[in-house]
């Protein structure tokens, strides 16, 4: 079951990759973007687990909506409320429930997923964090439909967020700044999708 605690454990996790990553994830931004999404990103992940430290929540629910929260006050990109809305609504689907399924996970996530393309207008293949977050909530389902446990099931997202991040090179961007490129955003790899995998695989190392 995810608890509280295990949603606290991502963050720390998440946080700490952000950290580390911030500089190659804002250097995939250069080419193709205003050079800031490491920036944004550790930005927006420190004020999440500060927040969180000083007022931990007692539920998987209200952890994400707390991130989701700080997110979209201090990220200042446009990743900053579309992670935000991903995060708010899978953490409203969970409800005030203490612990849940790793399938009623699977369905909060797939809400938020599909808030962030309501909110963005993004379609799969537009070259956005939905070509790593689409593909990761699929495989997650098929997971578990399979049988899997909850630990192999973050896994195969994670493995499935990481190939959707690097199919995105050979895209031409149609959404967000790198869109203004046209042709010329084509054979790079587009950072928000970068991101997306990083966090989506800090939840495979929260379950390991
Ligand atoms: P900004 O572009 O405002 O500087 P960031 O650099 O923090 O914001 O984030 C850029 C990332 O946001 C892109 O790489 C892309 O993955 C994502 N993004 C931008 N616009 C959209 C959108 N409309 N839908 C989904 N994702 C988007
Ligand atoms: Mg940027
Ligand atoms: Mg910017």
Known sequence: PIDAAFVRRWLDTAATV???EAAALTELDSPIGDADHGTNMRRGFVAARTAV????????????????RQLISTVGGASGPLYGTLLRRAGKQLGDEPAVSAAQFRDALRAGVDGVAQLGG????????????????????????????????????????????VATTPLRARKGRASYLGERSIGHQDPG?????????AFADTAR
Request: aromatic share 2%; charged share 20%; net charge negative.
């Open 18 to 20: 952000v950290e580390r």
């Open 53 to 68: 430290e000083q007022e931990p929540p007692d539920t998987p629910g209200a952890v994400l909506v707390a991130v989701g």
């Open 122 to 165: 993004a379609a799969p293949g537009d070259k956005t964090m939905l070509d790593a977050l689409f593909p990761a909530v699929d495989a997650m389902s098929k997971a578990l439909d399979g049988g899997s446990g909850t630990a192999d099931a973050l896994a195969a997202a994670a493995a499935a967020a990481d190939e959707g991040a």
């Open 193 to 201: 999708a970068t991101s997306a995998a990083l966090l989506v695989t």
